[in-house]
């Protein structure tokens, strides 16, 4: 196995490389040259196993330069019972008969962005090692919320590394703040940048591509690298929970070998769905991959539609993490759709460039429109279903997987498709406690904790330690500063003038 881009089908890179280089020279993704299948009897084989050795298997189907000692390091210091608070590592809850929830939030930051950035830093350090000797490596990340956090837990102390988060000065919930600001570890520095998200992306942007800078990096042994969700191995440990929550199902004979469940996704940038796809392609019994959005809902239009338009207004919700008008996964998707045609890619995506819209061909709509089925909920809708599902049975969900529950039931009222099915559960409801308790009721108190009580107290559902604990826990990153300055910034701690 290699890696291609989807601009360019002659560009052949290991999986090392692709990791480190994150994106390919000329603007397109890396992905296998052909999908690894996974046999019923592969999936037999797993059904006893534990969570770390399922994704040792996933992992070692896909990375070529790794070795199996690698490997092991990687999924066993990722995927601990002490960082996820279970052994299970993304329990299946039921929710009605037939259908289950995927709970991929169990991480130390409380929402699935986990799942991939636990493991990414240990997949980049080995992969450096492999290809850019050894170098150290600084990773930059602009972030809104949710990514930011998870890359900050994923990367601390990881010998080899160093981390520098960017957050808008106010655009951040209280509790994403309190969980950078009080972030610990000795590789790991958070800034507050005055301006909104766009500002915060901008200014990584221009470190990233500033050649002075990447000369001075390269002179002290280091070099750039970005976290954020188009690397490869980020998707990569994505597909891992398809195929165990598979053998789950099957281990605790809810359903029977072959027989094939339904996928329901809270979508944003379409890297969740992706794997779940990419999971279907190798030989997991999957359906119908349903896709939930918010009311940006640019992928329900493009689904139905088979027309991309990103020139559209965009709305803040409730569930902010799917706030999103450029899917960037999608593009690995329509690769793989358009029977692997680098030139067509090339086409939509720089007619998206400068139109900000485009039109794929029929036949790919066709496919398109039989492995997935699209839907959108408003945040009306979002909160009457956290409501309707926790009276009914007692289970409290967060905003986002309260979109792709919505979503699901519109699904099976308009289908009348029956099959057993899995909803992706992205976030803990103590992340959005606020949202969530608006659904519950209109008594909300002020503060941060004293929701998470009455949200507690409402649902018995147990408060994530992760999120309890820093309330005592001692701000550590109090810096403001404009934009303008993010460079200085970076080249005073590295130390880059010295
Ligand atoms: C990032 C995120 C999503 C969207 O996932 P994509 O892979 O970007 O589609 C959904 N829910 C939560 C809670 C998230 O943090």
């Given at each position: 196995m290699y890696y291609n881009s989807t601009r360019n089908n002659n560009i052949s890179k290991t999986a090392s490389q692709v990791i480190t280089q994150g994106?390919?020279?000329?603007?397109g993704l890396f992905v296998p040259n052909k999908l690894p299948e996974i046999s019923e009897k592969d999936i037999l084989g797993l059904i006893n196993k534990n969570y770390v050795e399922r994704a040792e298997y996933v992992l070692s189907l896909f990375l070529?330069?790794?070795d199996e000692v690698e490997i092991k390091y990687c999924a066993e210091n990722a995927y601990t019972s002490e960082k996820?608070?279970?052994?299970?590592i993304t329990p299946l809850a039921k929710l009605f008969d037939g259908t289950y929830m995927l709970e991929l939030w169990h991480g130390p930051t409380c929402a699935f962005k986990d799942m991939a950035l636990q493991i990414l830093p240990y997949l980049l350090t080995t992969s450096a090692k492999k290809s850019v000797d050894n170098k150290k490596i600084v990773i930059l990340v602009a972030t809104s919320g949710d990514t930011g956090k998870a890359a900050l837990e994923g990367f601390?102390?990881?010998?080899g590394t160093q981390i520098m988060v960017f957050y808008p000065e106010n655009g951040v919930s209280s509790m994403q703040k309190r969980q950078m600001t009080t972030q610990e570890g000795e590789n790991v520095s958070v800034c507050a940048v005055k301006g909104n998200f766009d500002d915060a992306q901008t200014g990584v942007k221009t470190i990233f591509t500033d050649n002075e800078v990447k000369n001075k990096l390269a002179q002290k042994d280091m070099m750039f690298s970005s976290a954020n969700s188009i690397n490869w191995g980020r998707l990569l440990p994505q597909i891992i929970y398809y195929v165990s929550c598979y053998c789950e199902l099957l281990k605790t004979e809810q359903i029977t070998m072959g027989e094939k469940i339904n996928i329901v996704v809270p979508t944003g940038n379409f890297g969740n769905i992706l794997a779940g796809y990419y999971a279907k392609k190798m030989?997991?019994?999957?359906g119908k991959l349903i896709c939930a959005s918010n009311q940006n809902n640019v992928l329900t239009d493009f689904i139905k539609t088979g027309k991309y338009n990103r020139v559209r207004d965009f709305y803040t919700t409730i569930?902010?993490?799917?706030?999103?008008?450029?899917?960037?996964?999608?593009e690995r998707l329509l690769y793989d759709l358009s029977g692997r045609n680098d030139e067509k890619i090339k086409e939509w995506f720089n007619s998206l460039n400068q139109n900000g819209s485009y039109e794929i061909d029929v036949d790919v709509k066709e496919k398109l429109q039989q492995e997935f089925f699209a839907g959108y909920c408003s945040d009306e809708d979002t909160k009457k279903t956290i409501k309707e599902v926790f009276d009914k049975v007692g289970y409290i969900c967060d905003t986002h997987t309260a979109v792709a529950v919505k979503v699901y039931e519109d699904y099976k009222k308009e289908t009348k498709d029956d099959t057993k099915t899995v909803i992706v559960s992205t976030a803990s409801p103590y992340k959005f406690t606020d949202s969530v308790l608006k659904s519950l009721t209109d008594?909300?108190?002020?503060?941060d904790y004293e929701q998470v009580e009455t949200l507690n107290n409402m649902t018995k559902l147990d408060v994530p330690v992760q999120l309890s604990e820093l309330k005592e826990k001692q701000v550590r990153f109090n810096k403001v500063i404009d934009k303008k300055d993010m460079i200085k910034y970076v080249s005073d701690l590295l130390e880059l003038d010295k």
């Open positions: 994106i390919s020279e000329e603007g070529n330069d790794f996820f608070g279970c052994d299970e601390k102390d990881v010998e030989g997991v019994p999957i569930s902010p993490s799917m706030d999103i008008l450029i899917s960037s996964n999608l008594n909300i108190p002020q503060d």
